[in-house]
């Protein structure tokens, strides 16, 4: 299993521009996650998912938009980017109801917006 | 809301010695659980253990241990006989499945392992 991948692994947006942040797991998990790290903190929930068709918002949806066509994928929609949202990314997927609840993360994406 | 809370911004042990991490936290939930991740340099998060908080047994994972006190909503880290691969961010995590399953993060604890 390649596990959890995110691509891409680094980007420089100008301020407006538009960009999707791509999210992908092998091990059939029906939760996935997006959260953000700024320097110094930790982690904040952007978006999850509890299933296929199935999203809500996290602590700090603002400024950003996901959808959930397929079990395996769970991309991350940035329509105006703004230097607020310069941060590292992470994609993370869970099971759900199981024995276990432990989150896999993915590699993260540094995204700075100039 | 749930939150947690790291006490703790930076920390440092002596190669081979033991250091604990602390973590609080604040719920009204009974049925949970908490984590502590590991964020190396290269910023992937790695889970270093977890525990639920029906269990009154602490949970235990090779050099990591936790202490984990539920009526003072406490959850610290013991890492023994401490290696430089340990020096990392420390995340304290709790997760309840009466919020969907969400996450919540505590603002991390920089450990140092001095050779």
């Known amino acids: 299993n390649a596990g959890v991948t ?13 960009m999707t942040l791509q999210c992908a797991q092998d091990m ?6 997006w959260y953000r790290q700024d320097p110094g903190m ?12 199935i999203t809500d918002k996290g602590e700090v949806p603002n400024g950003y938009n996901v959808s959930r066509s397929t079990t395996e994928d769970f991309p991350l929609r940035l329509e105006l980017a703004a230097p ?23 590699p993260g994406t540094r995204l700075t917006v100039l | 809301a749930q939150t947690v809370t790291q006490s703790q ?7 081979a010695e033991t250091v604990t991490l602390s973590c609080t936290y604040d719920t009204s939930e009974n049925n949970y659980y908490l984590f502590w991740y590991k964020q190396p340099p290269s910023r992937q998060m790695i889970l270093v253990i977890r ?12 050099r990591f241990s936790v202490n984990f006190q539920k009526a003072a909503k406490s959850f610290s880290l013991k890492i023994s006989d401490s290696q430089l691969g340990d020096t990392a961010m420390y995340f304290c995590a709790f997760m309840s499945r009466n919020t969907g399953n969400q996450f919540y993060f505590g603002t991390g604890t920089s450990l140092t392992v001095i050779p």
């Open chain 1, 6 to 18: 995110q691509t891409p692994k680094f980007r420089i947006l100008k301020i407006g521009q538009s």
């Open chain 1, 28 to 33: 059939n998990h029906n939760y996935m996650y």
């Open chain 1, 42 to 53: 930790g982690l904040k929930l952007i978006y999850y998912s509890v299933g296929a068709g």
């Open chain 1, 84 to 106: 607020s949202q310069t941060s590292v990314y992470f994609c993370a997927s869970s099971y759900t109801g199981g024995h276990t609840d432990t989150q896999y993360f993915g």
């Open chain 2, 9 to 15: 911004p930076e920390m440092s042990v002596q190669e």
């Open chain 2, 51 to 62: 525990q639920e908080a029906y269990k009154q047994q602490n949970a235990t994972e090779n």
